[in-house]
């Protein structure tokens, strides 16, 4: 029994009047308001950094700075590390750590922390020029914002959306700017994405208004957009029309400097480098590698430790594996493949099979919502749907992802889809939508969106550790729900973690053992169970995006090493669903804030 309660049950017992000045120890009362006085803080700060980032802004849904981008420079990257670690320091010096509740102290550090991770991040800039990422190429970048995250609700949005559209030729400079100079640096990027840039910004380009044929993407969304806010009234008929007129003239203006992004590829494509093109290549390359570890894992695992925990990691699902097979009554993991391969041989994707997909997807996703109710407290309270991924963006074997829905809810979560090249086994839809959807990263950003009462910076702060990790732990916990329809399911849940585990050793292979791209393609087919298409896809992911990958697995491991700590620690006590809502209640989080944190909850459950 806590000492304040100790306090109310005699003083009830003496018949004497409780008063409010004695109803909690001073401490507390100190830790509250200490609290509150953090929080206000942290808000201002992070309020004055979000008048910095108007895309952020724009995915929590605040209209100011709604018709700007965020600055690309690298002056304006370093006006941000410096102004963070400021920040931070502002903070150290005006609150004592120790008179912040538990709660508060997570808020404290994550804060200071983030100072640190941008100082690391900005020293690696040079390596992360603005179209290298196979993910994340600013001139896909800018259009999938526009279509996917900049919501039209009214004739202002509409009226900013136009004004992005005009804005970004300046951001497409910057961007070849900054791509010249990390190839004068050393760091140029690989054949394959050049050809890929060429590619998306052609297509980007392509048909209405630019020429004919169909209409081109950006025109596509403004059209839809606009006439959904005059159908519900919302936007006259001659407005919408004079803004359309605008919005048509500035995409169709878009064609210069995709352009210009198309001549600068053209002209790296004959001396681009391809076959061995990880961190080893670049100079001071395992530094930046080191860094790159360190940030997507938050641990300070070596590339070595990371390689060797994937090898055993991958010995002992292949075990998991082959039990399984036995249990669907064939000898081994493998005879289950070559059963399944001739009941679903592989074939091309058409209409038919995208409808049916995102169809089926849909409706397991609602099934798995209709089912958290004895595993979490926490659970979603937006909508979600799985959509098919932009033309634009979409690649064979080219690997799912997820959005956060807005915080007030008018923008739905979405899990993005790849339905082109070759299908896969229909069951391993099931995993996937586990991890993206429900109970992983749909949910999950769900909950940090609707955070209240904790400063506002956590519900946008994330960590590919935490993040990814929570996704893996989803499609475990979907088997340990019993969702899965069938052995199937589960085998390619396994399968799934399989290649997070194969992932281990593909992506340190690449970057710090010297793997070919050819190598890497080999192990993670072989190994890791990739298709061709996706295998290919995900180690050029890996190439242009070093250690991300990595972040899956780790994170993973630590959910699931401080579960089994929390269950032996505390037996019949232990609360799935209070542990749960530990674990994402709160937002994202490095590591060893997580373990810190369930390490408090098992002592506090102790009593």
């Not at 407290?377 to 997820?402: L, T």
């Not at 990739?530 to 190439?543: C, K, T």
């Amino acid at each position: 029994m806590k000492f304040s309660t100790r306090v109310a049950v005699l003083l009830s017992a003496l018949a004497l009047p409780v008063l409010p000045a004695v109803a909690q120890a001073p401490a507390a009362v100190t830790a509250q308001s200490e609290d509150a006085r953090l929080t206000a803080f942290l808000d201002a700060e992070f309020a004055a950094y979000v008048k910095t980032q108007p895309q952020l802004a724009t995915r929590l849904g605040i209209k100011d700075g709604g018709d700007r981008w965020n600055d690309y420079s690298d002056a304006a990257a370093q006006a941000q590390v410096a102004w963070r670690q400021a920040s931070a320091a502002r903070m150290k010096a005006m609150f004592d750590r120790s008179k912040l509740s538990p709660e508060a102290q997570v808020n404290y550090d994550i804060w200071a922390l983030e100072a640190e991770r941008s100082a690391l991040a900005e020293a690696n800039r040079v390596y992360r020029p603005p179209f290298y990422s196979r993910l994340y190429s600013v001139h896909s970048q800018l259009p999938d914002f526009l279509i996917n995250t900049h919501t039209i609700a009214d004739a202002t949005d509409l009226k900013n959306y136009i004004a992005r559209v005009r804005g970004m030729p300046a951001v497409l400079d910057v961007a070849i700017a900054r791509t010249k100079a990390s190839a004068a640096a050393g760091v140029r990027v690989p054949k394959f994405q050049v050809e890929s840039i060429i590619a998306g910004a052609t297509q980007l380009t392509s048909g209405a208004p630019f020429g004919d044929g169909p209409d081109a993407a950006l025109w596509a969304d403004v059209k839809a957009k606009t006439e959904r806010l005059v159908t519900a009234g919302t936007l006259p008929r001659a407005e919408a029309d004079a803004l359309l007129a605008e919005a048509r003239t500035a995409i169709a203006d878009l064609k210069p400097a995709y352009g210009r992004v198309i001549d600068w590829a053209k002209g790296e494509l004959a001396t681009a480098p391809s076959g061995k093109v990880g961190a080893l290549t670049l100079p001071n390359g395992l530094a930046y590698y080191a860094n790159e570890l360190k940030l997507n894992t938050t641990t300070d695992l070596t590339a070595e430790q990371i390689h060797q925990i994937g090898l055993k990691e991958v010995a002992r699902i292949e075990a998991e594996q082959d039990a399984l097979a036995r249990k669907a009554g064939v000898k081994d993991r493998n005879e289950f493949y070559a059963m399944r391969a001739k009941m679903f041989p592989p074939k091309p994707y058409d209409d038919a099979a995208r409808a049916a997909y995102l169809k089926e997807a849909n409706r397991f996703v609602g099934h798995v919502r209709s089912k958290l109710g004895p595993y979490f407290g926490m659970v979603p309270a937006y909508g979600i749907e799985v959509v098919r991924e932009p033309a634009f963006s979409e690649v064979p074997g080219g690997a799912a992802h997820a959005s956060q829905p807005s915080p007030d809810g008018k923008r739905p979560a979405r899990t993005f889809v790849h339905l082109v090249g070759m299908q896969k086994d229909p069951a391993d839809m099931y995993t996937l939508m586990c991890h993206e959807a429900v109970p992983g990263h749909n949910m999950q950003g769900d909950i940090q969106v609707r955070q209240k009462g904790g400063p506002k910076f956590r519900g946008s702060t994330g960590y590919v550790a935490f993040g990814e990790g929570w996704g893996l732990y989803a499609e475990r916990m979907c088997a340990e729900m019993g969702v899965f329809p069938d052995i199937a399911a589960d085998f390619q849940r396994l399968e799934g973690e399989l290649f997070r585990a194969a992932r281990l050793v593909t992506d340190t292979g690449i970057h710090a053992k010297g793997w070919t791209e050819e190598e890497a393609v080999k192990y993670l087919h072989d190994s890791g169970r990739a298709p061709p298409e996706m295998a290919r896809s995900e180690v050029r992911r890996y190439i242009t995006l070093p250690g991300q990958a990595t972040g899956y697995k780790i994170g993973m491991l630590k959910i699931m090493e401080v579960r089994a700590k929390a269950e032996k620690a505390l037996g019949p006590k232990f609360d799935i669903k209070g542990f749960h809502d530990l674990v994402i209640g709160s937002g994202s989080q490095p590591l060893s804030i997580l373990e810190r944190r369930v390490d408090d909850w098992i002592a506090a459950k102790k009593g």
